[in-house]
């Protein structure tokens, strides 16, 4: 009778055994890919580490490029499961893998100069002041058409940028390395640079604002985990801390 009862407790204990997961099983790691906006580099690089926490095993893995440049890239096919672009220009260029997606955040250009600086930049109109050497970014990406559409709105600047830059973090790290006088950068790259910089804002708020959109790759991998760091970048704790960090939320 005992030997029936030890052969059936041996038999359980090795079903319940098959049946848990196993070591690589219970410890499986998961990759998101993230294509987003240059500008976001900062304040995403700080939230997909939050992001990481609340999920365990997850590893958050981004790609900070000009808007157009990654929406090229994954209409080419590249690997990605969220884009998120700083203008819905871009991506509207990649609606064929990115068909939905949802404003969350925007952003606006001001003037940037030093703290000290030998011109005594005050107004937008000071950027025509003899050798005063500024810059911006290049027309095509979304802080340059919205750079040229703030300064059309102003109406008072016939000098040109010395370069037109690839990037947002490109314009913001010439003026901040010396290399330049001035420069139209996004108000966050101010409130991340509060104790070197000094901004000074366009009137027409609208003309220089560009809004930023958030998509699901329809095609990714990780679809449920995309939606998930999707909804998590639209709650209420990370758009505080984007809030703080400049941007305006969308609501």
């Known amino acids: 009778m005992h030997k029936r009862r030890n052969k059936i407790l041996i038999a359980l204990l090795a079903i319940s055994f098959l049946s848990l997961p196993s070591a690589s099983q219970a410890n499986q790691k998961a990759t998101l890919t993230v ?3 240059s500008s976001l580099a900062d304040s995403f690089t700080n939230l997909g580490k939050t992001f990481e926490k609340a999920h365990p095993g997850t590893t958050v893995i ?4 000009a808007s157009p440049t990654l929406a090229t890239q994954i209409n080419a096919g590249a690997p990605v499961d969220v884009f998120v672009s700083a203008s819905s220009k871009d991506m509207q260029t990649a609606s064929v893998r990115a068909p939905i997606y949802e404003g969350f955040v925007f952003n606006r250009m001001v003037l940037a100069v030093p703290v000290k600086n030998p011109f005594k930049i005050v107004r937008i109109k000071d950027l025509n002041r003899p ?3 500024w810059i911006q970014c290049a027309h095509e990406v979304p802080c340059g058409s919205a750079a040229d559409a703030a300064l059309e709105s102003d109406g008072t600047v016939t000098s040109k940028p010395v370069s037109l830059e690839p990037k947002a973090s490109g314009v913001i790290a010439k003026l901040m390395q010396g290399e330049v006088d001035a420069a139209i950068v996004y108000h966050t790259d101010v409130v991340r640079n509060r104790k070197a910089l000094k901004e000074i804002v366009f009137r027409d708020r609208l003309a220089s604002s560009t809004r930023y959109a958030i998509a699901i790759i329809a095609d990714g991998k990780q679809k449920p985990l995309a939606r998930a760091f999707m909804d998590f ?5 990370a758009s505080l ?7 305006g939320v969308i609501s």
């Open 241 to 247: 801390y984007l809030r703080r960090s400049g941007f």
């Open 62 to 65: 981004f790609s900070f490029l």
């Open 131 to 133: 050798g005063l050497k």
């Open 233 to 237: 970048v639209e709650s209420p704790k």
């Open 35 to 37: 294509f987003a906006a």
